[in-house]
T-cell receptor, first 113, second 111 residues
Framework: DTGVSQDPRHKITKRGQNVTFRCDPI?????LYWYRQTLGQGPEFLTY????????KSRLLSDRFSAERPKGSFSTLEIQRTEQGDSAMYLC???????????FGEGSWLTVV | AQRVTQPEKLLSVFKGAPVELKCNYS??????LFWYVQYSRQRLQLLLR??SRESIKGFTADLNKGETSFHLKKPFAQEEDSAMYYC?????????????FGTGTRLTVIP
């Protein structure tokens, strides 16, 4: 499967712990996006990268969240001091430039207990 | 601010019946509209976008700027159409081509 891949697919963590998710975009896609989806809602934009530059961050991305894409390829999303409200599906997506189709990964489920 | 409204959370139709999934939007400017679909145990994927003006899997959607709607239609529903459908928009105000999604409609096609 050469689509967007995410790891881990599921994560259960205790409140207050840090978690990190990894995303590998489709090869040669220069744009990479992170979205969050909670039950009964559509995906909500968090942030996106053009190559290694983080160009936009949503207000949803609190100070506890940090995303990186150090070499313009894979990306990591870290959540520090997790809270129960962080429980959600974290979706990664990629596209070849702006205006082109955005392809989604299968998502990483986070449950904070 | 942008808004995408999908008024129906659940929609059930019989196989062979026409189906229409409603989507209304609010946006200052000229947005691009999309329909994304998520089949059971599969990832979210693009179904169609209004600028393509194409039919995918028998589905069509016409952008009606006067009514600010982008309803998804299919004349004869099939069982394999059962899925979660999301309407989304993008435009300059959403940032680059970031997508702003509605809450989704779960379509069930009854055999």
């Amino acid at each position: 499967d050469t689509g967007v891949s995410q790891d881990p697919r599921h994560k259960i963590t205790k409140r207050g712990q840090n978690v990190t998710f990894r995303c590998d975009p489709i090869s040669e896609h220069n744009r990479l996006y992170w979205y969050r989806q909670t039950l009964g809602q559509g995906p909500e934009f968090l942030t996106y990268f053009q190559n290694e530059a983080q160009l936009e961050k949503s207000r949803l991305l609190s100070d506890r969240f940090s995303a990186e894409r150090p070499k313009g390829s894979f990306s990591t999303l870290e959540i520090q001091r997790t809270e129960q409200g962080d429980s959600a599906m974290y979706l990664c997506a990629s596209s070849l430039g702006g205006g082109n189709t955005i392809y989604f990964g299968e998502g990483s489920w986070l449950t904070v207990v | 601010a942008q808004r995408v409204t999908q008024p129906e959370k659940l929609l059930s139709v019989f196989k062979g019946a026409p189906v229409e999934l409603k989507c209304n939007y609010s946006y200052s400017g000229s947005p691009e509209l999309f329909w994304y679909v998520q089949y059971s145990r599969q990832r979210l994927q693009l179904l169609l976008r209004h600028i393509s003006r194409e039919s995918i899997k028998g589905f069509t959607a016409d952008l009606n700027k006067g009514e600010t709607s982008f309803h998804l239609k299919k004349p004869f529903a099939q069982e394999e159409d059962s899925a979660m459908y999301y309407c989304a928009l993008s435009g300059q105000r959403t940032g680059a081509n970031n997508l702003f999604f509605g809450t989704g409609t779960r379509l069930t096609v009854i055999p």
